[in-house]
């Protein structure tokens, strides 16, 4: 049986002919697990296109595994989960079908979109032919060389900063460097927002925000900054930080970041 490593994120999983890799999705072209319109602020996306829709869809499978994951029912599951087929050029129809509902494009999201990098590509495609916008929400575990394949039919980006230590990140199976790559990277062409979920005693120290809102400050200090609250979920049942101390972080991180959010508050 024929191999071959997969390109997509750092991962690189050898795939045999059937084979759907550490994130259980390499053959999931075009199969949908979630459709919905939703508000753009939702994705979350405060700085794009405010007040307006957007399709949403997702699909199953992740390459991390974070045990606080909202979305764990999707993303951690493989092909058994219920799926419907959708054609990139459907999705696009789909999509246009709905602009007179304020929809402005689709939203890769709900799970992790990336590792279903060729259908998010062919997809994009067909959506930028119509005039639509494309928004892709991430953990951000995707190699530079995909990353620059896709980017140009990108036009806004929410990308999950799970922490800022290459241990946390090494306890969920992703890569800090590859994330803070995929920031950089993606900010120089499209909109991007960042997210980070606030974890008690995991990542909600002063420092590490003061960290992570520096660094965010070096690249542009009007990047959008969601801090967002934690509640417990699979396999976390730490309680949820208080709402007071999501607070006192946004509030520290503004010394460095002129668009902090909180989220879930």
């Known amino acids: 049986m024929s191999e071959a490593r997969c390109r997509i994120c750092p991962h690189g999983c050898n795939l045999s002919e059937n084979a759907d890799g550490f994130c259980g999705g ?4 075009g199969k949908v697990t979630a459709l919905a319109l939703d508000p753009i602020e939702k994705k979350p996306l405060r700085h794009f296109h405010a007040g307006s829709m957007i399709l949403s869809v ?12 909202q979305n764990h029912h999707i993303s951690m599951c493989r092909s058994e989960v219920s799926h419907t087929y959708i054609s ?4 696009a129809e789909k999509a246009v079908e709905l602009v007179p509902q304020g929809n402005i494009g689709v939203a890769f999201t709900y799970n992790e979109p990336l590792i279903s990098f060729e259908y998010v590509l062919d997809c994009a495609k067909e959506i930028h032919a119509k005039g639509l916008k494309n928004v892709l929400v991430t953990n951000g575990m995707i190699n530079a060389e995909p990353l620059a394949e896709l980017l140009p039919f990108i036009d ?7 922490g800022f230590t290459p241990e946390f990140y090494k306890k969920l199976c992703g890569d800090l460097d590859t994330v803070k790559n995929t920031i950089v990277t993606a900010s120089k062409v499209c909109h991007v927002e960042v997210t980070t979920l606030i974890i008690p005693n995991e990542n909600d120290s002063v420092e590490e925000i003061i960290a992570i809102a520096k660094w965010l400050g070096s690249i542009d200090k009007n990047i959008p900054w969601h801090i967002s609250r934690y509640f417990p979920n699979h396999e976390y049942s730490t309680p949820a930080a208080e709402v007071g101390k999501i607070h006192a972080l946004a509030e520290v991180a503004r010394e460095w970041l002129t668009n902090v959010y909180t989220g879930n508050c």
């Open 26 to 29: 390499r053959n999931n072209y």
């Open 58 to 69: 997702g699909s199953f499978g992740c390459n991390m595994r974070c045990g606080f994951c």
């Open 88 to 91: 990139p050029q459907q999705l």
């Open 156 to 162: 806004a980006m929410n990308i999950d900063l799970k």
